[in-house]
Every structure is written in structure tokens, then in C-alpha cells.
Nanobody
Framework: QVQLVESGGGSVQAGGSLRLSCVTSEYYANNYCMGWSRQAPGREREKVAN???????TYADSVKGRFTISKDNAKNTLYLEMTNLKPEDSGMYYC?????????????WGQGTQVTVSS
């Protein structure tokens, strides 16, 4: 059973900030690529950011410079710091993993946490 438990979503105005958290197992936090995906109503799920087993990060072009992904291995927790939020950032955000060291396609997702950005 893959443990991926998100929290931290909410409603903010454009320009605001939120920090999402995802608690996972010790093994996943220390060995696997972890990341965030999001899905807006009527749109396909898209990868937002990921961090591999060595701490290397990648971001979708739409969030570069505004979002930061990080991990605290001691707390088995993944974070997504989101700043300068835009209405188009609204959606359900999912913590995810490909269950591998490298960041291949995600295979498992958490239940999600809702982010709503109003203009």
C-alpha cells in the first residue's frame, strides 16, 4: 500500500501563496522520485514538479520561477511551495510517485488537495 497523504490546499487570491505537504513512507521519501500533479475540471492531469532520488528537480514551464518542490527526508514529507498564484493554477493537486529512483511516469497518486485561486 502506497502512502501519499496530501494537505495544505485552500482558497487564496491571485498573487497569494500556499504550501502543500505530502506525508509518505520513509522508504519512498529516501529512495524514490516524488512529485506533484494537478488537474483542473475538464482538463487532463498534468505534472507540475518532481524531485528525484538525488534531489534533482524539474518543473512544468507554467510554474517555473513560482513553485518550489522540496523534501524533508527526516519527516518523510514532500512539499510544494507555491507563490504568485494565478487563477489558472486552480485544481486538485496530487502527490505522486513512479515508484522508482528516476522520474519516470507517475504510477501512484494520493487523494489530492484542492487549490482555488480567485482573481
Amino acid at each position: 500500500q502506497v502512502q501519499l497523504v496530501e494537505s495544505g490546499g485552500g482558497s487564496v487570491q491571485a498573487g497569494g501563496s500556499l504550501r502543500l505537504s505530502c506525508v509518505t513512507s520513509e522508504y519512498y521519501a529516501n529512495n524514490y522520485c516524488m512529485g506533484w500533479s494537478r488537474q483542473a475540471p475538464g482538463r487532463e492531469r498534468e505534472k507540475v514538479a518532481n524531485i528525484d532520488g538525488r534531489g534533482r528537480t524539474t518543473y512544468a514551464d507554467s510554474v517555473k520561477g513560482r513553485f518550489t518542490i522540496s523534501k524533508d527526508n527526516a519527516k518523510n514529507t514532500l512539499y510544494l511551495e507555491m507563490t504568485n498564484l494565478k487563477p489558472e493554477d486552480s485544481g486538485m493537486y496530487y502527490c505522486a510517485t513512479p515508484q522508482s529512483f528516476h522520474c519516470f511516469e507517475f504510477k501512484h497518486w494520493g487523494q489530492g488537495t484542492q487549490v482555488t485561486v480567485s482573481s
